[in-house]
C-alpha cells in the first residue's frame, strides 16, 4: 500500500508539474550534453577518457564569474546589457577552458603520446591533472566555497509561461546556447576540414598522418572544441549555481555517463544522452526514496546499466573514427 | 592593523619565550623568574564564504586574551593564533595537525562548525589538546566521559525542539517538509527537527541533499531539481537543516518556482544565520521573510554597555553583528581559568592534558551565562531560550525567543 502510494504521488506531482520538471531536465541535459561532446571528441581521436574534462569545465565557470563580476561589480544587469555580458561571459569561459584543455594535453598526454605510453598511463596522467586543477582553484577561490552566481540577469527571470508553468531565462538561454554550440561543434567535425582530420585519426593516426594530416595539431583542435564547450557550460551553469572548485566532479561524471549511454566517440550520442539524462534525472526527483536525492543518481545508473545490456556500445553506437 | 598588533603579540611573545629558553630546553614552559607564554589556537573558517565566523570567534578569543594579559594578574602571557579550516571537513584534518604541531599551544577555542570539529577530535585529543567550541551543536559531538571536545554552546536538540515548536505551535504549521545537507550537523539538526514537529502533530516529509560547501560531494544543480518538485509538493513549510550558501541557494531556486517565503515559512537553524546568507541568495532580496534560528546561548547580544564598546574599540568588530564572538570570550575564559589551576612545573605535553581535566572542573559566570561542563563536554546549565530571527530587508532581526 505504502509503496503503491509512494509510486503514484511521484506520478501525481509529475502530472502536476510536466512542463517544470521537463524545463529544469532540458536545462541540465544542455549542460551535460556541452559537457558529453569533449569527453567523446577526445575518446575520438586518443581513444581515452580525458577525466580533467570536468575541470576544464569548472575553470570555465570561474572564468566567466570573474568576468562579469569584474565589468558588473555587485549590480544586476537588465535588457541588452544582460544579452551583452551572457555573450561576453561565454567567449571568455570557452576561450579560458580551451586554453586549459590544450595545456591538459600538451603537458599531460602529449608527453605520454610520444612514448607510446600505456593507455593506464593517460588515465593516471588525467587524473593526476585533475587534482591538480581543483588544487590551484581551491587555493586561489577557496576549497569548497561557491564563488557567487554571476547575476548578469535577474534570477529567477521568468521568462514565459507554458501553462501555469514559469519558464525561467536561464533555462532557455542554456537549451539555445547549448543547442547552439552542439550544431556548430557538430558542422565543424562533419561538414569542414579539421573534421575530415579529426574523423581521419580516429580511424587511424599512422595513416592520416602519412596521408599529410597533422596529428599534433588536429588533436590540438579537438581539445579546443571539446574546452571550449565545457567552458560555456561552465560559466552558464555558475549563472545559477555559483561554482566551486569541485564542481566538475559531479557534472563531469554525468556529462561523461552521457556520452557513454549516447555511444562514446559519437557526437550525436553526446547530446542525446545529454539529454536523456538531464530529462530522467529531473523527472526522477518525485521518486527519490525517503527524499534522498541521491536516489536519481542510482536510478539514473541502473538506466545506464540496462541500455548498455541491450545496445553495448550506447544509444547511437559507438562510432570511433567516423564521429558524426 | 590586526597584522600589525599580531606582529606586535609575536614579538612580546619572542622575547618572553628567549627569556625562559633554558627551561623550555630543558623541556618545560615556566621560568622561575618570568612568565611562560602560552597559545590558545582558534580553528574555524578565516577564508571563503563563512570567513565570518572564524573572525567573530577570533575576536572574542582576543577580547578575552587581552583582557587577561593586561590585568597581570596571571603567571603566564597568552598569545592567540588563527588555523583556517575554512568550515570544511576536507581542510579541517590539516588544520587540526597544524594547531597540534604548533609549540607551547595550549588549547583550542573552536572549531568553529560541527563537520571540522568531527574529524578533528581525533587529533587533538591524541595529543590531550582541549577544544572548546563556541558553535559546533551537532549532538553526536558531545559523548564519553572525560571528552577533550567541550562547547560553550547548547546542542542541536535544544534548537532543533524550539525550531520544531516554532513552526508547528507558534506559526501553526503542520505540513512540513525537513532537507537535511547530509553533513554531520546539517543532517542532525534535520532529524531533531523532524522528530520533535512529528511530536507536536506536524506531517513531516523528509528529504537529503548534498551539500558542496562543507565537503560534500552535492552537485548545485540538483537544488534547482529539488526546488522544482518542492513547489510542485508545496509543503506549508520548509525546514533546512545545513550552512547558509545553499540555504542561500535553495530559496532562490524555490522563489524561482514560485514557492516565496511571502506565502510559506522557510526556515534553517543557526548554520545559516550569518550575513552571507543574503550574498548567496540571488536576487537577495528572496532571503527578506525566510526565519533562521539561534541554539540556545548562542544569540549575539551579549556583549553590551562598556564591554560592547571596549571589544569593538580592540577587535574593530561591531559586537552586535559578531555571533558567536562572546561564546568564544567565554570558551578562552573557561581555558585560561583551566590554566590557572593547572600546575604548570611540568612539560608542554603534561599541560595540555592538566588543561583537560582542569576544564571539567571550571565553574564561573561567564557572559552568555553559567559556564561549567558536564563529564561529556556540554554546557551543564544549556536550556536557555532558543532566538528565532527573520531576515527583514536584508538584515538578521530577532522575532523571538522558544523555550
Not at chain 2, 568588530?317 to 600546575?343: E, F, G, M, R
Request: proline fraction near 2%; charged fraction near 10%; glycine fraction near 12%.
Amino acid at each position: 500500500m505504502g509503496f503503491a502510494h509512494f509510486w503514484l504521488s511521484g506520478f501525481d506531482q509529475i502530472r502536476a508539474g510536466f512542463w517544470a520538471y521537463f524545463a529544469v531536465g532540458l536545462q541540465n541535459g544542455a549542460l551535460y550534453a556541452m559537457i558529453a561532446v569533449g569527453y567523446t571528441l577526445v575518446y575520438g581521436v586518443l581513444g581515452l577518457i580525458n577525466f580533467a574534462h570536468g575541470e576544464v569545465f569548472m575553470c570555465g565557470g570561474f572564468a566567466g564569474v570573474l568576468l562579469t563580476h569584474a565589468i558588473l561589480g555587485q549590480g544586476v544587469a537588465n535588457g541588452w546589457e544582460s544579452v551583452g555580458l551572457v555573450l561576453a561571459g561565454i567567449v571568455f569561459a570557452g576561450l579560458i577552458s580551451a586554453l586549459v584543455a590544450t595545456g591538459v594535453e600538451q603537458v599531460a598526454y602529449r608527453p605520454l603520446r610520444r612514448r607510446h605510453a600505456p593507455k593506464l598511463a593517460y588515465l593516471i596522467s588525467a587524473i593526476g591533472a585533475s587534482y591538480f586543477l581543483q588544487t590551484i582553484a581551491g587555493k586561489e577561490f577557496g576549497y569548497g566555497q561557491t564563488t557567487f552566481p554571476a547575476e548578469v540577469f535577474p534570477a529567477g527571470q521568468t521568462m514565459f509561461y507554458i501553462g501555469n508553468t514559469p519558464i525561467h531565462t536561464i533555462e532557455v538561454i542554456c537549451v539555445v546556447v547549448g543547442t547552439i554550440m552542439f550544431l556548430a561543434a557538430d558542422r565543424i567535425v562533419r561538414s569542414t576540414r579539421l573534421g575530415r582530420g579529426i574523423r581521419a585519426v580516429a580511424q587511424d593516426a599512422e595513416t592520416s598522418a602519412l596521408m599529410g594530416v597533422n596529428i599534433d595539431r588536429t588533436i590540438t583542435l579537438t581539445f579546443i572544441i571539446g574546452g571550449s564547450l565545457a567552458g560555456a557550460a561552465g560559466f552558464l551553469y555558475a549563472l545559477q549555481n555559483g561554482i566551486v572548485q569541485n564542481s566538475g566532479t559531479a557534472l563531469g561524471i554525468y556529462a561523461f555517463t552521457a556520452a557513454v549511454l549516447g555511444g562514446i566517440g559519437n557526437l550525436r550520442g553526446a547530446a542525446l544522452g545529454g539529454m536523456l539524462i538531464g530529462l530522467f534525472g529531473s523527472f526522477s526527483v518525485p521518486f527519490a526514496f525517503e527524499g534522498n536525492i541521491s536516489w536519481t543518481e542510482i536510478y539514473t545508473f541502473i538506466i545506464l546499466v540496462l541500455v548498455l545490456i541491450v545496445r553495448p556500445t550506447g544509444i547511437l553506437g559507438e562510432k570511433s573514427g567516423r564521429t558524426a | 592593523m590586526k597584522h600589525r598588533l599580531n606582529k606586535a603579540v609575536a614579538l612580546a611573545a619572542a622575547g618572553a619565550l628567549a627569556m625562559t629558553a633554558v627551561p623550555l630546553l630543558a623541556g618545560t614552559v615556566s621560568g622561575a623568574s618570568s612568565k611562560p607564554t602560552y597559545t590558545i589556537g582558534v580553528q574555524g573558517p578565516f577564508t571563503g564564504s563563512d570567513a565570518d565566523y572564524g573572525n567573530y570567534d577570533y575576536a572574542g578569543v582576543q577580547y578575552a586574551v587581552s583582557l587577561a594579559n593586561a590585568s597581570g594578574k596571571y603567571g603566564f602571557h597568552l598569545k592567540v593564533e588563527k588555523f583556517d579550516d575554512q568550515g570544511s571537513s576536507t581542510v579541517a584534518p590539516g588544520a587540526a595537525q597544524k594547531a597540534v604541531g604548533t609549540k607551547n599551544l595550549v588549547a583550542v577555542v573552536g572549531p568553529a562548525f560541527s563537520g571540522p570539529s568531527e574529524v578533528s577530535y581525533k587529533y587533538y585529543h591524541a595529543a590531550h589538546i582541549a577544544e572548546v567550541s563556541p558553535s559546533a551543536t551537532a549532538v553526536a559531538l558531545a559523548s564519553g566521559s572525560d571528552s577533550s571536545f567541550l562547547r560553550t554552546v547548547a546542542d542541536d536538540s535544544v534548537q532543533g525542539g524550539a525550531d520544531a515548536s516554532y513552526l508547528v505551535t507558534t506559526k501553526g504549521e503542520k505540513n512540513i517538509t525537513v532537507i537535511g545537507d547530509e553533513s554531520f550537523y546539517g543532517a542532525g539538526l534535520a532529524d531533531a527537527v523532524a522528530t520533535d514537529a512529528k511530536a507536536l502533530g506536524a506531517t513531516v516529509t523528509t528529504q537529503q541533499i548534498a551539500n558542496f560547501n562543507e565537503g560534500g560531494g552535492g552537485n548545485a544543480g540538483a537544488y534547482s531539481t529539488l526546488a522544482t518538485s518542492l513547489a510542485q509538493a508545496k509543503p506549508a513549510a520548509i525546514f533546512y537543516g545545513g550552512y547558509a550558501s545553499e540555504f542561500g541557494l535553495l530559496i532562490g531556486d524555490l522563489t524561482a518556482d514560485g514557492y516565496t517565503t511571502a506565502t510559506h515559512v522557510i526556515m534553517s537553524g543557526d548554520g545559516s544565520n550569518d550575513a552571507s546568507l543574503m550574498t548567496s541568495t540571488s536576487p537577495a532580496t528572496a532571503a527578506n521573510g525566510a526565519f533562521v534560528s539561534q541554539s540556545a546561548t548562542g544569540k549575539v547580544s551579549y556583549f553590551t554597555g562598556k564591554m560592547a564598546t571596549a571589544f569593538t574599540k580592540l577587535t574593530h568588530t561591531k559586537a552586535s553583528i559578531a555571533i558567536y564572538a562572546a561564546q568564544s570570550y567565554d570558551a578562552a575564559n573557561a581555558i585560561i581559568k583551566a590554566l590557572v589551576a593547572d600546575k604548570k612545573t611540568s612539560s608542554i605535553k603534561t599541560l595540555r592534558k592538566e588543561t583537560v581535566t582542569s576544564l571539567h572542573k571550571v565553574s564561573f559566570a561567564g557572559v552568555t551565562g553559567p559556564i561549567a561542563f558536564q563529564a561529556d563536554g556540554n554546557l551543564k546549565v544549556d536550556k536557555g531560550a532558543v532566538q528565532i530571527s527573520e531576515v527583514d530587508n536584508g538584515v538578521i532581526t530577532l522575532v523571538t525567543s522558544v523555550g
